[in-house]
């Protein structure tokens, strides 16, 4: 049984619908009047550090943040 | 004892389909709030003490469907930080499927609808509130209970219009001028998102 559901536009150009919503989610938080933008745009702030793994061993981590450094 | 097998199989189904088709429905079952088999077992070996709650007791059970249509819908909104709408009792709400405008009722039929962005309007008597949100899905259940799941779900005054319309015309600049698919895609996403926020404002 081939599928032949319509795909949307974002699933055929090879975007997840993860993708797809957040980044509708940010467009959305970007057009907030002030108070409540700023808010926002610290709430979705993220800071996380990410090493990939190989050989039972870690590679050196990678810190991706958008907190500015100290 | 195969063939039993197959003939036993064979008579459930014609029961099943004698009765007129009932055996399958969109409700589940409800389930109890109390796990009996985990507290009979506990007190046959530790019949002193009382069994430990588990979290099948922390549970609200599921609301049962009515036999006759209810009311009030009772809809639930949540984003992933906060959670906006809870258990409210509301006449109608209006949700922005990808299909076009829904209205929901009580006694709506069980959906699962995806959403576009969109408005979401709440109507409670003569009180009316709407929400822009970002897009989501609406999980209408049979016993009237409506979740509405989104990332961000903003009141409409909360919309700056002058950013909208920069928006706007800075993705159609970037879809004229697009190359790859996904370029293509991420600018065809701006112009939507940026459109139903400026019809939103204009509503």
């Known amino acids: 049984m081939s599928s032949s559901a319509a795909v949307p536009f974002w699933r055929a150009a090879g975007m997840t619908y993860i993708t797809y919503s957040n980044i509708c989610a940010s467009l959305v938080r970007n057009c907030l009047k002030e108070p409540y933008k700023s808010e926002a745009i610290a709430r979705e702030k993220v800071h996380y550090s990410i090493s990939k793994w190989s050989d039972g061993k870690s590679e050196k981590p990678t810190i991706r943040s958008d907190v500015a450094e100290d | ?203």
């Open chain 2, 1 to 203: 004892m195969l063939r039993r097998g197959c003939s036993f199989l064979v008579r459930s189904c014609e029961r099943g389909v004698a009765v007129g088709a009932r055996s399958f429905s969109a409700d589940a079952p409800a389930v109890a709030a109390v796990d009996s088999t985990f507290v009979e077992a506990w007190k046959k070996i530790i019949p002193n003490l009382d069994p430990p709650k588990t979290l099948l007791s922390y549970m609200r059970p599921r609301p049962p469907t009515p036999s006759s249509i209810p009311s009030k819908l009772t809809v639930n909104l949540a984003l992933p930080y906060s959670s906006v709408i809870s258990s409210k009792e509301v006449d109608m709400v209006i949700i922005p499927a990808t299909t076009g405008q829904m209205g929901v009722l009580p006694g709506h039929v069980a959906t699962i609808a995806e959403l576009k962005p969109g408005i979401l309007s709440v109507h409670e008597g003569n009180d009316l509130t709407k929400y822009f949100v970002s897009g989501g899905f609406a999980f209408i259940h049979s016993n009237s209970h409506t979740d509405i799941v989104t990332i961000e779900a903003i009141p409409i005054d909360r919309i700056d219009s002058a950013l909208v319309q920069k928006g706007l015309a800075e993705f159609t600049q970037k879809l004229n001028s697009a190359s790859t698919d996904l370029e293509k895609a991420e600018a065809q996403i701006g112009v939507d998102v940026h459109s139903a926020l400026n019809s939103a404002l204009t509503s």
